[in-house]
């Protein structure tokens, strides 16, 4: 089991960037698959990027391709969500979640265990 704990959220104005940090507990976290997600206000929660346990496979949703960096250093069981030119669509709380590496899946399901999440706002 892995306990994660989101932070650097806040309020930012668009095109502006920010850096989520993900830090879990644990000798485990180096061995998980980990991801990060966003639900906006009434709306379904999606999946932002993936990165697998060793940082070979990394997956993006179209919406944030080039924009947003995922990465990992599992030295200190933390992995990041570099944000830049960020868009009000971007609004959201962001969650962190983790998964035992086994096959490299995207799909929020997927994931048993998740953050309290982080808000992210970016004002127009």
């Known amino acids: 089991q892995v306990q994660l704990a989101e932070s650097g959220g806040g309020l930012v104005q668009a095109g502006g960037s920010l850096r989520l940090s993900c830090t879990g507990s644990?000798?485990?976290?180096?061995?998980?698959?980990m991801g990060w997600f966003r639900q906006a206000s009434g709306k379904d929660r999606e999946t932002v990027a993936v990165?697998?346990?060793?940082?070979?496979?990394?997956y993006y949703t179209d919406s944030v391709k080039g924009r947003f960096t995922i990465s990992r250093d599992n030295s200190k069981n933390t992995m990041y969500l570099q944000m830049a030119s960020l868009e009000p669509g971007d609004t959201a709380v962001y969650y962190c979640?983790?998964?035992?590496?086994?096959?490299?899946?995207?799909?929020?399901?997927?994931?048993?265990?998740w953050g309290q999440g982080t808000a992210v706002t970016v004002s127009s």
């Open positions: 644990g000798r485990a976290f180096g061995s998980r698959h």
């Open positions: 990165i697998s346990w060793n940082g070979e496979n990394i």
């Open positions: 979640a983790a998964r035992v590496a086994t096959r490299f899946t995207t799909a929020p399901g997927d994931f048993p265990w």
